[in-house]
């Protein structure tokens, strides 16, 4: 335990310091956790979010993460305080503790000569690789046993087929310029491949004349919690894979178990069976929803500029049918990375796949929209707008899933 006396004088230190912010439910939290650790206390989650937030006592930290999003801020502000000394708040719990001061690290000499966009690229594509293998070790002994027998999971991990985490990715490509450099990287909705690259500049000769293939792929920031989420249900897959979704083929969607992670604008393959027997459709921008029934629009703020406390609307879209051959799907997606991050939580609510499994009937087919308040690229928190039944009848049918999407 720390020392309580050195606590306490840095506690009074950092609510003096400027970097604290002006923010009055950052204070107030900060207050809060500081009363709590002083009194050797370190409080529930829910505790914070009813005493600090003025939440009811029927709190539900899955679809309300005000208390992790202040907590996330105030750490930050924390950082800033006392040059590396000072106070933290300890990941995974709700308290002040001091914090010592960090030996300098070396920076290999190669990371030190790359650029800043290698280095990053890098960094991330093993942050990927790492966090799916831990993810996958830890699985079987971390994940609520409850959820193999709710639906829709239940189906997937129950009927005997291959499961495939399919995980949304984006193809982008460089942009040289007329004069060859400096380049810039470029995503189009309709290029997807480098062969919708290819066939892009024969349709668009001098607009493509500087376009190159980089072999790269992206995943949006939720991507990774949301995967992690998701695998908390699926201890007993069989032959349980992650691919992204350019790898997916018309066998794979056939004979495995599907479960998609992703921004509803990267469902690429499995695009026109998710809206087939849907009652919404896709905006121009990828970023809206449109109700086809009431012509209602939901547009996302989550890619337009924003900063500091500023709320805005994201929205996030749950789903599952059966596949053509008696294997499942399950469609986890936001329109941006608030929402995406959401859903994660979602998918592996009692509640929320309650109302999922009462809306798809005895078919088993639903789908649930919801709303969500994004602060950053965090989710604050998540209401349902509307829980429904999907028209399995018609998902397979030839010729059925003719919606038209934007070109982007």
Not at 55 to 84: M, N, T, W
Not at 168 to 179: E, L, Q, V
Not at 297 to 310: K, V
């Amino acid at each position: 335990m720390s020392d309580p006396a050195a606590l306490s004088r840095a506690i009074e230190a950092a609510r003096g310091d400027p970097a604290l912010g002006r923010s009055t439910l950052v204070r107030r939290l900060f207050d809060y956790l500081a009363e709590s650790s002083l009194a050797g206390r370190s409080p529930k989650e829910s505790e914070v979010a009813i005493e600090v937030f003025g939440r009811q006592p029927d709190f539900d930290p899955s679809r309300d993460a005000v208390a992790r999003v202040y907590v996330h801020k105030l750490r930050r502000r924390l950082e800033a305080i006392g040059d590396g000394q000072g106070l933290t708040i300890p990941r995974g719990e709700y308290r002040l503790a001091l914090r010592e001061k960090a030996p300098p690290v070396r920076r290999p000499q190669w990371l030190r000569r790359a650029g800043l966009a290698v280095a990053a690229v890098a960094l991330a594509s093993l942050c990927a690789v790492g966090a799916w293998t831990i993810m996958a070790a830890n699985a079987g002994s971390s994940a609520p046993a409850r959820l193999a027998d709710v639906q829709p999971w239940k189906a997937v991990t129950g009927n005997g087929k291959p499961t495939i985490v399919a995980i949304g990715d984006y193809y982008i490509f460089a942009d040289m310029g007329p004069g060859g450099g400096p380049g810039r990287l470029v995503r189009e909705y309709t290029v997807n491949s480098p062969e919708d690259l290819n066939q892009f500049a024969r349709d668009n000769p001098e607009r493509s004349a500087g376009y190159r293939d980089l072999g790269l792929h992206y995943l949006p920031v939720g991507s990774a919690s949301a995967v992690m989420n998701v695998t908390l249900a699926l201890q007993g897959a069989r032959d349980l894979r992650v691919l992204p979704v350019s790898s997916l083929t018309p066998a794979m969607l056939r004979d495995s178990n599907i479960v998609y992670v992703g921004y509803l604008s990267g469902l690429g393959l499995l695009r026109d069976a998710t809206f087939a027997g849907s009652r919404y459709s896709i905006g121009e921008t990828y970023d809206d929803i449109v109700d086809n029934r009431t012509r209602q629009r939901f547009e996302s703020g989550g890619g337009a500029p924003h900063r500091g406390d500023a709320m805005y609307p994201d929205y996030g879209y749950l789903a599952t049918f059966a596949g053509p051959t008696g294997n499942r799907f399950v469609i986890v997606a936001g329109t941006r990375d608030a929402a995406l991050m959401q859903m994660g939580q979602n998918a592996v609510s009692r509640g929320v796949l309650d109302d999922l499994a009462r809306a798809g009937g005895k078919a088993g087919a639903a789908e649930a929209l919801y709303g969500i308040n994004g602060m950053g690229e965090v989710n604050v928190d998540s209401r349902l707008i509307r829980a429904g039944p999907l028209d399995q009848a018609i998902i397979w049918e030839r010729g059925a899933a003719g919606k038209p999407f934007p070109a982007g």
